[in-house]
């Protein structure tokens, strides 16, 4: 398993329209072949930002690299950098080799 993450600083005046770009949105992860799940993050806040985290389960690392180079990606990012800018600096990303899953 696989699993990719992406940190976002948003100013405490733009969260609403961060969190709504996000839950109002068409997700097309669940076409793409290895995909497993997806979880939208809210973190700790601050007076400079609120952190949130898009974090994806994937099969395997050749799955995730697979979706980054999909039809169904470059139609999920198409508008990323339309409209006001709602980050304090770009997503910072993280990629993480399952060693262990525990479930029930």
Not at 9 to 37: H, I, M, N, Q, Y
Not at 50 to 73: C, G, I, K, P
Request: charged content about 20%.
């Amino acid at each position: 398993m696989y699993i990719a993450m992406n940190r976002f600083k948003v100013a405490p005046d733009c969260v609403e329209a961060f969190k709504s770009r996000w839950l109002d949105r068409e997700v097309l992860l669940k076409t793409v072949p290895g995909f497993v799940s997806f979880q939208f993050l809210e973190g700790p806040k601050n007076e400079e930002f609120n952190l949130y985290v898009s974090h994806t389960v994937w099969e395997s690392y050749d799955a995730f690299m697979a979706w980054t180079r999909s039809d169904q990606f470059r139609q999920a990012h198409a508008s990323a950098g339309e409209g006001k800018k709602l980050t304090i600096g770009g997503p910072t990303f993280e990629g993480f080799q399952v060693l262990q899953n525990v479930t029930l």
